[in-house]
């Protein structure tokens, strides 16, 4: 259970740091991975879990320290969460095919979880992932909410019933403190 909500944390926290500007977004041609410079940093965040088939009710606080990779075509984001001291990496880059932003995380435990698809509707974003907990289909989805460049509220929600119904499994903030 713990494992999960680290993966909850993550993807809450992670996905609202992805890329550009909504002007990138609405341009193709401006989709490159030096849009993914808004992620560069630490980041500090604080979320509320509540009871869910992946969280337990409680709190919790992350740092998220983001940079380039060696080839400058990928951000990797090492995460701490507490309480619990959970670890996780992410990845993040653009599809050279898809021309589409992506983000893999791998946790202290070595599940790798993709998320599928990011939708970005001018100062919000939105992401889902759909995958299998305990023989159970279970759909993810995380709206970020930017209020400047270094800051944004989160929430993360997650159905039963491939997003027919909702229930709200965590939300919080986050901080950019060194760029």
Same mark, same amino acid.
């Given at each position: ?24 977004? %609405?341009?193709?041609? =401006?989709?490159?991975?030096?849009? !993914?410079?808004?992620?560069?940093? @630490? $980041?500090?965040? &604080? /979320? ?59 946790? %202290?435990?070595?599940? =790798?979880?993709?998320?599928?698809? !990011?939708?970005?509707?001018?100062? @919000? $974003?939105?992401? &889902? /992932? ?50």
């Amino acid at each position: 259970m713990k494992a999960s909500l680290g993966r909850v944390v993550l993807w809450a926290f992670l996905a609202a740091t992805i890329g550009s500007e909504a002007a990138a977004a %609405a341009n193709p041609a =401006a989709r490159t991975p030096l849009a !993914l410079d808004r992620l560069i940093g @630490t $980041w500090r965040g &604080r /979320s509320e879990t509540f009871a869910s088939p992946l969280t337990q009710p409680g709190q919790s606080t992350a740092v998220n320290v983001c940079q380039w990779s060696p080839s400058h075509r990928f951000v990797t984001c090492d995460q701490t969460i507490e309480p619990g001291g959970h670890h996780d990496l992410a990845v993040y880059g653009l599809g050279a095919k898809s021309g589409t932003y992506f983000y893999c995380e791998v946790d %202290a435990t070595a599940q =790798a979880c993709c998320v599928d698809r !990011l939708v970005i509707k001018g100062s @919000t $974003w939105f992401y &889902r /992932s759909t995958f299998e907990y305990k023989g159970q289909p279970l759909t993810l989805r995380t709206w970020n909410r930017f209020s400047s460049a270094d800051h944004y509220m989160f929430a993360a929600e997650i159905s039963r019933d491939h997003g027919r119904h909702w229930q709200m499994m965590s939300r919080g903030a986050a901080t950019r403190v060194h760029g």
